[in-house]
């Protein structure tokens, strides 16, 4: 089955400072997308970043971005400089190019504190 | 450019009513997708389209969810009689492609009471 996994239910982080939200998946796929989504509490989801599996170069948008490591599954996300309007949940997700269905994660909810 | 536009915003209804939720997909997009969210589940997509004809639709839940795509800007996720299990949001989702990035519309609240 395929799956997405985000170990850590909540984050918490200084304005200003730097967070890394976990993410890892399995899929037996060559072909497939990977994408951070951010979900604030008017529940709209919100994409954050996109990365595709064949492309090596870690995607940024921004003060977001990857460590894509294809090999080990894993696919964390990098807030820098955070600011309090990043406060939501993030939800890790994937595609197959084959089958559209995203997969999520669990999500993990980030705190942001002054 | 409008994003996907989803109607209601929020719906409470009884148990055994009918439930129609409305969906309006980006412009010049392909496929369209309904996730519903809950606390127990997550997200987890229901059907996707593609250029208005059902590809995917095994994450319905069971017959008394039907779901149509009669043109390119519209698609609607009927639920009939609905059960309070059935409160959840429901996400409309559209996509250039299939392998596009998914946008998502803002969702519906459901209430079954």
């Known amino acids: 089955a395929q799956t997405v996994t985000q170990s850590q239910p909540e984050m918490s982080v200084q304005e200003a400072e730097t967070v890394t939200l976990s993410c890892t998946y399995d899929t037996s796929e060559s072909d497939y997308y990977l994408f951070w989504y951010k979900q604030p509490p008017s529940r709209q989801m919100i994409l954050v970043i996109r990365q595709e599996a064949y492309k090596q170069q870690n995607a940024t948008e921004n003060r977001f971005s990857v460590n894509f490591q294809k090999a080990a599954k894993s696919f964390s996300l990098k807030i820098s400089d955070s600011q309090l309007g990043d406060a939501a949940m993030y939800f890790c997700a994937y595609h197959t190019g084959t089958a559209s269905k995203l997969t999520f994660g669990t999500g993990t909810r980030l705190q942001v504190t002054l | 450019d409008a994003g996907v536009i989803q109607s209601p915003r929020h719906e409470v209804t009884e148990m055994g009513q009918e439930v129609t939720l409305r969906c309006k997909p980006i412009?010049?997009?392909?496929?369209l997708f309904w996730y519903r969210q809950t606390m127990m589940r997550g997200l987890e997509l229901l059907i996707y389209f593609n250029n208005n004809v059902p590809i995917d639709d095994s994450g319905m839940p069971e017959d008394r969810f039907s779901a149509k795509m009669p043109n390119a800007s519209f698609s609607t996720l009927k639920i009939q009689p609905s059960e309070p299990r059935d409160s959840a949001v429901y996400f409309c989702?559209?996509?250039?492609?299939?392998?596009?990035?998914?946008?998502f519309g803002p969702g519906t609240r459901l209430t079954v009471l």
């Open positions: 989702a559209s996509s250039r492609n299939r392998r596009d990035t998914q946008y």
């Open positions: 412009s010049g997009h392909n496929s």
